[in-house]
Each structure stands twice: as structure tokens, then as C-alpha cells.
């Protein structure tokens, strides 16, 4: 009897069957088989872009990092499953690995971790999202457990040299209090309790003081190494428009209440120092002003080398509020240095400066001011308000320019009188340094205390026997001793000298007076005008 597959009802006929219902049940399972292979031809064609998905699976998003969703992989990604699987032959273990001994130590060897140890890891790792393995610094074992009352201090390592831990003195207490008080806090808090011996080269307990320090001139007098004292009477100094007050040279006096000034409208101005061919090793540049608003505010310092033949540029600042300014610049070989200032600090205020400076790294004693030097290898000049006062030549010869004297003479003859003190005249002068001889009064006053050399010689311009005596009066009286010369035959002329040395405080004044006595004729002579002379120096 003919029977029907479960499935597709397909006709299954007896064996030996031959009616005719045989023929038409194989031709209605050819159709069913058909039908069926052509379902299955086209579920095989369908593409991701159709809109009737196999299954009714959507198309998998391979780029999709969210893995807290179940999805189902694509074949390919299934394929690359299946191939990483079978990578490897094997059948007792997954991957054909062998199972990790936990309990091994041999940390010299690469082995693979077990799913227990790397889920321990990543667990690790996540504890804290802000720092590596989320640890912080007061969670490690050999460090303090936490920052309360620790601000500001400095983590050491402990005494025991078995950890760390926060410990004073912190920045804020840097300075004298800490350290020996040769050495200067970079937070500024402490102040050197004097002068520091840095490699033979002194600082002083000054130096320059912003605009909010009342006492910040002070600083300026007090810079030892400046070199440019009275450069303008040693060198050239050249300025490109002359000041409406004071004089370029109040630059170089080391004075900060000597100030010159400019018209805004004649800014910018340009200060050059040419030292003449002489080249020189500096260490710092830089300048002082006077007032809040008219201190440079733009300013550019440069230097000629003399062994590149060009300008090189020490500082250009723009912006600056400071009454002071140093920059530390070393350089050799400097033949001028020039100052340009472009604009005080407030618009449209006048310029006001007080100093230029140039400082030099010498440990000799020349190479500074106002003290003399005990070594020099050149000539030495020194300078009091501007007057040069001391010049040694490199020979040792020493000069004293402004030294208290004079040489004075009479312009004509006048007459002695017979028998009486005459007041010896001398209304010319040769020099007189400090214009201390009255030639009004025949009298010198002297500026200042000391020991003053008395030199006066008189010659009488007669053929007589005769006598006369030089006497040097101080203050209106008589200085002993006198010098008396007797002539007793007669002769065409006759001089008579004194000399003496005499203790003047300042305002006393010096006089020289001379008696005549005529033995031939009883009377008048005159005196010889070129050979009488009176000189007066100032020795101690």
C-alpha cells in the first residue's frame, strides 16, 4: 500500500508498484522538491540591505563596542571563531592549552594566566577611574595616610630609611632662620645680615627696590662695582638730545637725587659711552629713575664688540614699572654700550633717570668706587663731585689737582717805607686752585683745616746799606720767628726769604708784612716786582 513522507507529504509508492497513480505521485514530489530548493535558493541570496531579514535577524554593526548587549555575530565573525578555535589541534583542553599552575612562583617564564587571575587583574585596575591601578599616594603602605595639616610641607624619606613622610621646614620659613645668612632665600623672604664674600666679589646688602619701596635709592649708592663713575670726565659720553634739566654728567655721580630730565616730545633718547679703544668684560647693565610715572617704560641697553665690529643687543623691555634695572649679561671685548629710552611709564609724562651702571667681575680693588686700590696695573683717577681730586700716574707719581694753592705777585713796584712795617702787596696771580687769595686784601683764607707751606721772597731794587725783616701774620698777629736780613755795603739789589709751615683751620687767613730801614739815606726804596713773589700750599 502507497504511503506519504512526515514532512512534504512526498508520495512514496510499494515496491513492484506499476498503476498509474505511481507516475502522477513521483511528479507531485518533483514539484514539492522544487519548490522547496527554490525557497532555499532564495533565503540563501537574501542580502543585509533587504527588507525581509533570514530569520528575521537584523544586520549585526561590527563597529558597535557596547557589550552589555546580547547580539548575534555575523558568519564572519563566527567563521573567524570557528578558525581560532581549531587553531590548534586537541582535545583535552580549550585551544589545546595547558591549564595554568597558579601555585608556580618561576616568575622568569611567559605563561598564560587563568580566568580567575585576569578577572583578579581587571578588578585591580578598575578599583579607582583617576589614577593608574587607582591608587593614591596615602593609600601606599610606606607613605603618611593622609593630608590633614600637611600644606605646604615636603615629603622626605624617613630617618629609618623605611618610607616617607611630610616634614618641615617648608618654603615659607626659608632665610636666616634655616640656613647660614650668606645665602639668599629665591622666595625673597629673608635679607643677607651683610656684605657676602662671593669668590672675592663683595654684594652688598643693597642693590635696587621697586617702585613700592620708599627706599629704594639707597640701593644705587651702595653698588660697589660701577663702573661708570664719572665716565663723562674718563670717557666720551654722547647724547642724542641734550636734557631741559640737570647735566648728562649727574648720570655717573652714584648720586640718586642727581636726576636728569627729558621732554616727552624728545623721546626717544640715545646715551652712548665710548671708552676710546679700551675693551672691557662686564657682567650686568642697567640704569635708575626717579618717579613712579617716569621711570622708562620701553628702554633697549647694547653693547659694541670690538671683536665682531657690531652692535649686540643686552636687554629691549617693554612694559617696565621698575625704578631700578640690572641685567645680568656677561660679555668681553665691549668698546661703547648704549642706552636708548623710548617712553616713561606714564603716557605722556617727561623721563627722569638718575643713574646708568655698568658692573665688572674684578676682585681688584681699581676696578671699583670710591675705594683706592692697594694693586693697580693702570693710572688711577678719583673724582668728589666732580672734581678730580687724586691722579697716580702708572710711574706712582701722585697729583692733587684741587689742592689748596697759590702763587701771587704785584703787577708793579711800590716803595717801602723808611723805618716802618709795610704790608707786602700782591694783586696778581700765576694760579690759585681754590681761589683763596684776596687780591683786594692782600690775604689769604684758607677753605680748609690743614698745615699750610708759607714760601715769600722780596727783593729791593736799591744801592744802599740797609735792613729788612719778613714777618707772616695770622689772623692780625705776628707768627714767630721773623727773617731779618742787614745789608752793610751798599749793592745794586738785595732779597730776603721766609719760609714756614703753618696750622690753618678753615676761614683763618694769612698775611705778610715787612719792615725797612734805610742806613744810607733814611729813605724809601721800592721794592723789585718780577722777584718778589709769595707762594702758599696746602700740605697736610
Known sequence: MPSRTTNYNL?????????PEWGSGLNQNFDTIDSELKNAEDHRNLTPSSSIKPHNISEVDETDTDVTKNKVVSNSLAKGWEDHKNSVIGSS?????????????DATKNKLVSNALAKGW???????SGNPHGVDFIELDDAPS??????????????????????????????????????????GSNSPTADIDWNKQRIRNAFGFPISDPHWEWGVERIENNYLFHADKRWTVTVSTSPYSGSVSDLFTASPFEYVKWYNSDLPVTIEVDFG???????????????????????????????????????????????????????????KIKWTFNAPVGSGEDLHLSELIVLRPSSKVEDKW??????????????????????????????LPKQSACHVYPSSAYNLTHNDTTKLTFNSKYYDTQNEW??????FTASEAGKYLICCTLKVNADIEGLTRLEVYKNGSIVYPRKELKVTQSLNYWTNEIVMVLDLDAGDY??????????STNSDQPIHADDTRLFIVKVA
Open 146 to 187: 593622609d593630608y590633614t595639616g600637611q600644606a605646604g610641607k615636603a615629603v622626605v624619606v624617613k630617618s629609618t630609611e623605611d618610607g616617607l613622610e611630610f616634614s618641615s621646614p617648608s618654603p615659607a620659613t626659608h632665610g636666616n632662620e634655616a640656613h647660614d645668612p650668606d645665602f639668599l632665600a629665591v622666595d
Open 11 to 19: 508520495y512514496k509508492p510499494d515496491l513492484g508498484q506499476t498503476d
Open 438 to 443: 684776596d687780591i683786594t686784601n692782600s690775604r
Open 122 to 128: 581587571e578588578d585591580h585596575k578598575n578599583t579607582t
Open 510 to 519: 694769612v698775611e705778610v708784612y715787612a719792615f725797612f730801614h734805610n742806613y
Open 277 to 335: 679703544g679700551t675693551e672691557y668684560y662686564f657682567v650686568a647693565f642697567g640704569w635708575v629713575g626717579l618717579g613712579s610715572q617716569k621711570v622708562p617704560k620701553d628702554f633697549k641697553i647694547e653693547i659694541y664688540k670690538t671683536d665682531s665690529s657690531s652692535w649686540e643687543t643686552v636687554a629691549e623691555v617693554t612694559d617696565n614699572t621698575q625704578q631700578c634695572y640690572i641685567k645680568a649679561y656677561q660679555s668681553s671685548y665691549v668698546g
Open 93 to 105: 583542553t580549550p585551544h589545546n592549552i595547558d591549564q595554568v599552575n597558579e601555585a608556580d612562583t
Open 370 to 399: 670710591p675705594l683706592l686700590p692697594l694693586d693697580a696695573t693702570r693710572e688711577i683717577d678719583a673724582y668728589m663731585s666732580g672734581n678730580k681730586w687724586l691722579s697716580v700716574a702708572t710711574s706712582g707719581i701722585v697729583g
